[in-house]
């Protein structure tokens, strides 16, 4: 079974530029998460979406991310404009169940962003 | 009230010795305790979980405790391997609720 893809995996990236990342969950994976992970920190929650609807997405910076999943299947989640900040790992996650409490959630390898 | 505290932050053990990471919470409406285990350059990868119900959860050389009176749980790996070597997070989570990281247990393992 394949699992969660990502891209790009590196990405390096001035202030105030853009950036996307792209995810692909586990087949029929109904529950798809986007994490930021800082160097040294556990992951943090941004977005959840179920299906294509947002489920939670109470610690999103509304005012430069915004994140989409279209037709239920891939995501993806953009910067813009970055911040220094900004810089972490960008995890993707799925799960076949509907909330966080009721079975393990499959990570991809993650997108490392470095703002400069 | 939505933290997980996790310590140490870092912990060097022996080949054969006893790892043990401690994690701690306050809101007792968290019902699932996961840990999870990230290697360098790949994404967490869930290790065991716990709920509420049981003291205990074991799974090879892989244990949860579980202290509800004292909202602490604790992940003990026996007979520590070098391959064991990785980072640590525990989590908590409830119904409807987002899963929550601890601060992570970067584990050494020396030969």
């Known amino acids: 079974e394949a699992g969660v893809a990502q891209s790009p995996r590196y990405k390096i990236i001035e202030k105030r530029q853009s950036v996307a990342f792209w995810c692909n969950p586990i087949?029929?994976?109904?529950?798809l998460y986007w994490y930021q992970q800082i160097l040294g920190q556990g992951p943090k929650l941004l977005i959840q979406f179920q299906n294509n609807g947002v489920v939670d997405d109470s610690q999103l910076p509304k005012d430069r991310f915004s994140a989409e999943r279209l037709k239920g299947v891939d995501s993806t989640l953009k910067i813009q404009p970055a911040k220094l900040e900004d810089s972490a790992v960008y995890l993707c996650?799925?799960?076949?169940?509907?909330?966080?409490?009721?079975?393990?959630?499959?990570f991809g390898e993650g997108s490392r962003l470095t703002v400069l | 009230q939505q933290q997980v505290k996790q310590s140490p932050q870092s912990l060097i053990v022996q080949k054969g010795g006893i790892s043990i990471i401690n994690c701690a919470y306050e809101n007792t409406a968290f019902d699932y305790f996961p840990w999870y285990q990230q290697f360098p350059g790949k994404g967490p990868a869930l290790l065991i979980a716990i709920r509420p119900d049981v003291s205990e959860k074991k799974e090879g050389r892989f244990t949860i405790s579980f202290n509800k009176s004292a909202k602490q749980f604790s992940l003990h790996i026996m007979d520590s391997q070098p391959g064991d070597s990785a980072t640590y997070f525990c989590a908590a989570s409830m119904a409807g609720g987002k899963l929550i990281f601890g601060q992570g247990t970067e584990l050494s393992v020396k030969p």
């Open positions: 996650a799925s799960s076949l169940h509907w909330t966080a409490n009721t079975g393990e959630l499959f």
């Open positions: 087949s029929g994976h109904a529950t």
